[in-house]
């Protein structure tokens, strides 16, 4: 009871100065300990504090304006994918922790031939956030390049970048051998090998023999541990394949990620690319 009354002692402002050093859903929480935190936590000066330190040069790259009287509403806004930079990007909030989140439209990707309409088409889907999607018609080369800097990420963070893709069921020549994935800062490089297939899809193409030496060597790097990644469903409907992590630190640095595929000469076909996400980690 003694503590209690304590709790409701203390000024409401000194309240919020203790706030801003927790977490946005540790505020959440805190407003059932009595009405002074219940006030308190609904404080812009608490809420400004869990916004980024960027958060209005974001806000003012908005494709959509947002409505919204107090921080803690924008926050809230926030936690929900928003498009900016004309509509090439998502922005995104994680809503326990106040990180920074983007996704690169597969129009901020660098495609190889993906000018080609004989190779690849761009396309209006319902279930994307952007107004286009790269779908593959078919090529015999599949490099996929994304970059971004840290300095627009949310420091000391390690971060996942995910390929945000569809695989369709007529798609083929897509598992015929690895692709090569990686993420790499500065000298910092996480590399590994992934399958471009459903998890539980069985191989539908032949392989040529004369590629067998480069397939069996691909394989051989799985094998030896050196990593392999299958798409995985999302909430959003899309698969997503993790081309691997890194930390955000300090420094602005460039963040560059890809996949490849490119020594089985296979044709191939059948891939919606929506973008790449980089997101934080769980902890």
């Avoid at 002074?36 to 000066?45: M, P, V, Y």
């Avoid at 494709?63 to 930079?85: H, R, S, Y």
Wanted: glycine share 8%.
């Amino acid at each position: 009871m003694g503590e209690g009354m304590g709790m409701e002692m203390l000024p409401e402002d000194c309240v919020s100065t203790i706030l801003s050093y927790t977490s946005p859903s540790d505020a959440c929480r805190s407003s059932i300990v009595s009405s002074t935190f219940r006030s308190a936590a609904q404080s812009d000066d608490v809420w400004e504090r869990f916004l980024p330190d960027d958060y209005e040069h974001v806000v003012s790259r908005l494709v959509t304006p947002l409505t919204f009287a107090k921080k803690k509403e924008l926050f809230l806004l926030l936690c929900n994918p928003v498009l900016i930079d004309a509509g090439k990007k998502s922005f995104k909030l994680e809503k326990h922790s106040g990180k920074k989140s983007y996704m690169l439209s597969a129009r901020e990707l660098s495609i190889t031939w993906s000018d080609e309409p004989l190779y690849w088409s761009w396309r209006s889907i319902p279930e994307s956030r952007f107004s286009e999607v790269a779908e593959l018609r078919t090529t015999n080369w599949l490099e996929i390049h994304g970059r971004i800097k840290t300095q627009n990420l949310s420091p000391n963070t390690t971060y996942g970048a995910y390929l945000v893709l569809k695989i369709y069921d007529r798609a083929y020549g897509l598992d015929s051998i690895p692709s090569e994935i990686s993420v790499s800062v500065g000298d910092k490089i996480c590399n590994g090998t992934a399958y471009l297939r459903h998890g539980d899809r069985k191989k539908q193409q032949m392989e040529s023999p004369f590629y067998i030496n480069s397939i069996e060597m691909l394989r051989k790097r799985v094998a030896e541990g050196d990593g392999r990644e299958v798409p995985r469903e999302r909430d959003d409907g899309w698969m997503e394949i993790e081309l691997g992590e890194f930390f955000s630190g300090e420094d602005s640095e460039e963040v560059k990620m890809s996949l490849m595929e490119v020594k089985g000469y296979q044709l191939k076909g059948g891939l919606v690319i929506e973008g790449i996400e980089v997101r934080p980690k769980d902890q």
